[in-house]
């Protein structure tokens, strides 16, 4: 499911921009994207780590453009996406990754390799953030009793893997959801905009970690994700 969201997020967004064109930002809308991108750059920041090294992937650049799309009141060509892999010869990788790597050296046996494997964790993490999503690809309609009830987010939770040894996958969700509709034919949750097309407004940020289990479970309760609210036309009452 994790990657459905993905593919929702980029398959249809990148799409739409391509076929109904792109144009440079006025002035309201690039102080808007601006704003957006030092509060987003600021929170990732905090994923920061001697254990975990970092690769900036695409954020929001001084040339982002806007695209036509009808569906949302902003939407622009760029996302914001960034990796980390446990870093060779920190003390999480001396801790968890060098012992398993010396014990499948020392053996030759299929079978016991195969158990010291999966004994290996997951060391990535990747996060991506997007705005003004229009659906949200989810393993069903929200719902209370499934959220993880963090700062800062309306609504934050666990997503089920594609398959054994993916790691974790967590989505959280800002802005008003509250109203937002289950669409079972794309297994989504679907934003109301209060905004019309082509207006100068953030109404929702999408987060999504997938990777480490520990290193999410990690981020979740030690990043502040409060300042993310800023970024948001209209600011959402906190839960």
């Known amino acids: 499911m994790a990657a459905l969201t993905v593919a929702v997020w980029l ?4 799409a739409a ?5 792109l144009r440079d930002p006025n002035p309201e809308e690039r102080a808007l994207l601006m704003h957006y991108r030092d509060v987003i750059n600021k929170i990732l920041d905090q994923f920061q780590s001697d254990d975990w090294k ?15 799309d009808p569906d949302v009141p902003l939407d622009v060509n760029e996302l914001t996406q960034r990796t980390y892999n446990v870093r060779k010869g920190s003390a999480l990788y001396e801790k968890e990754v060098a012992p398993i790597i010396v014990n499948l ?5 299929p079978m016991e390799m195969a158990q010291i494997a999966r004994q290996k964790k997951v060391t990535t993490l990747k996060v991506e953030v997007h705005f003004n999503r229009l659906c949200v ?17 309306s609504f934050a939770t666990q997503l089920r893997p594609d398959g ?26 679907r934003f109301k905009f209060k905004h019309p097309a082509h ?28 300042p993310v609210n800023d970024t948001l036309t209209e600011k959402v009452p906190a839960p």
């Open 54 to 68: 970092e690769s900036v992937d695409y954020e929001i650049t001084d040339d982002v453009q806007v695209s036509g």
């Open 199 to 226: 207006q100068p407004a953030i109404e929702n940020v999408v987060i999504q970690l997938d990777g480490s289990p520990e290193r999410i479970n990690e981020v979740l309760h030690n990043v502040d994700w409060r």
């Open 17 to 21: 921009q391509a076929q109904r064109g």
């Open 105 to 109: 050296t020392a053996t030759t046996d």
């Open 11 to 14: 398959g249809a967004g990148m």
């Open 164 to 189: 054994p040894k993916q790691g974790a996958s967590v989505v959280l969700l800002f802005g008003n959801w509250k109203t937002a509709n289950w669409n079972g034919n794309n297994s989504c949750v």
């Open 137 to 153: 690809g989810m393993n069903a309609a929200l719902n209370a009793s499934q959220d993880l009830h963090l700062a800062g987010p």
